[in-house]
């Protein structure tokens, strides 16, 4: 997702990459045009490296961009030292696209940080970020009533590297994957809490009874990525649900089954959104939104918009609608 995200950031005018950290030891001492496999210029030509402190220091850049993890706890010493060194923030980690549905003490010190430092942190995906909940959200917007809200995401994960294969359990055998869910070794899809934080603030409700289930997919045929190779018998992916209530009644339901190679299998993929109310709404992406380019792209795109805005902790609720980045991007800039 890293080197996704800084060559998308590369093909953008008005970008210089000054620094870039990688812990793997065959990209460690090259220069970032090399690990990218891109032409040498003056914006690509920093040398990656593993010492966090010859990167992210005050002075050094204007944002920090952070594609690690998944959770707040574990990012929290990055993004706190970034924004004490001046930066603004962009990370892929999924607690982070509302990260006070699970951590509001840590919420408020890392509003307080960036507040104290006057810059801004965001944390944003195609996956919590976007399609599930903010896009969701949006619809709402043409309705008189809102009675309940289906959101459904098929997707393939084949372009993903291994942290999310071990997440999702991918390669397990089944009986190994319900274990792992058990004993919180199989994370699954990250996110469900922080799109339903988000539909509460945005609608100023609050849910009652917030449940979710994880199941293995079991691929009857081999497998494979760049990164794993299932064989049959063997998961291929989880599919999971979630439920959140108001009063007795289910208000948002959400289903996300996400596995390698789907069509193998003749599942198509796709983002599929029903509100019920009034007027009844339903919308259909086919394929899907592709998560790897979808969440490189808002990530580079919010960087503007994160720039400009006033310091704290954001959210997608707090910024201006996502836009592509056409022009230089120093011309987007207040």
């Known amino acids: 997702?890293?080197?996704?995200?800084?060559?998308?950031?590369?093909?953008?005018?008005?970008?210089?990459i000054v620094g870039a950290i990688d812990m793997d030891p065959n990209k460690v001492g090259k220069k970032l045009y090399e690990v990218l496999g891109v032409e040498a210029n003056e914006d690509n030509s920093?040398?990656?490296?593993?010492?966090?402190?010859?990167?992210?220091?005050?002075?050094?850049?204007?944002?920090?961009?952070?594609?690690?993890?998944?959770?707040?706890?574990?990012?929290?010493?990055?993004?706190?030292?970034?924004?004490e060194a001046g930066?603004?923030?962009?990370?892929?980690?999924?607690?982070?696209?509302?990260?006070?549905?699970l951590d509001p003490e840590l919420s408020e010190e890392m509003d307080r940080i960036a507040k104290?430092?006057?810059?801004?942190?965001?944390?944003?995906?195609?996956?919590?970020?976007?399609?599930?909940?903010?896009?969701?959200?949006?619809?709402?917007g043409v309705c008189d009533t809102v009675d309940s809200l289906k959101v459904t995401r098929i997707n393939d994960l084949a372009c993903f590297g291994k942290a999310v294969m071990v997440e999702q359990g991918i390669g397990?055998?089944?009986?190994?994957?319900?274990?792992?869910?058990?004993?919180?070794?199989?994370?699954?899809?990250?996110?469900?809490?922080q799109s339903f934080g988000m539909f509460e603030e945005a609608?100023?409700?609050?849910?009652?009874?917030?449940?979710?289930?994880?199941?293995?997919?079991?691929?009857?045929?081999?497998?494979?990525?760049?990164?794993?190779?299932?064989?049959?018998?063997?998961?291929?992916?989880?599919?999971?649900?979630?439920?959140?209530?108001l009063g007795e009644k289910v208000f948002v339901t959400m289903e996300h089954p996400q596995q390698i190679r789907p069509e193998l299998e003749q599942v198509d993929t796709g983002d599929y959104i029903t509100i019920n109310g009034v007027p009844n709404l339903n919308l259909q992406i086919?394929?899907?939104?592709?998560?790897?380019?979808?969440?490189?792209?808002?990530?580079?795109?919010?960087?503007?918009?994160?720039?400009?805005?006033?310091?704290?902790?954001?959210?997608?609720?707090?910024?201006?609608v996502p836009r592509a980045i056409m022009v230089d991007v120093r011309d987007l800039l207040k």
């Open 203 to 245: 609608f100023n409700i609050k849910f009652n009874n917030i449940r979710q289930e994880k199941s293995p997919i079991v691929t009857t045929v081999p497998r494979s990525t760049d990164i794993i190779s299932v064989k049959a018998g063997e998961v291929a992916g989880c599919r999971q649900l979630g439920y959140a209530n």
């Open 1 to 16: 997702m890293g080197s996704g995200i800084s060559r998308m950031v590369l093909s953008k005018k008005g970008f210089t």
């Open 87 to 101: 930066m603004d923030i962009v990370t892929t980690a999924e607690e982070m696209s509302y990260p006070l549905a």
């Open 116 to 140: 104290e430092n006057k810059v801004s942190i965001l944390g944003t995906g195609v996956n919590p970020g976007f399609i599930m909940d903010l896009v969701v959200i949006m619809l709402t």
């Open 46 to 83: 920093c040398v990656v490296t593993k010492d966090i402190e010859e990167v992210i220091k005050k002075g050094f850049a204007d944002v920090c961009l952070l594609a690690t993890a998944s959770f707040t706890k574990v990012i929290f010493p990055l993004i706190k030292m970034a924004a």
């Open 172 to 193: 397990l055998k089944p009986e190994e994957f319900i274990q792992g869910v058990k004993d919180n070794t199989v994370d699954g899809h990250v996110g469900f809490l």
């Open 286 to 320: 086919k394929p899907e939104i592709p998560g790897g380019i979808a969440t490189i792209a808002i990530c580079v795109n919010m960087i503007p918009l994160v720039m400009n805005s006033e310091p704290g902790l954001k959210t997608m609720l707090d910024l201006p």
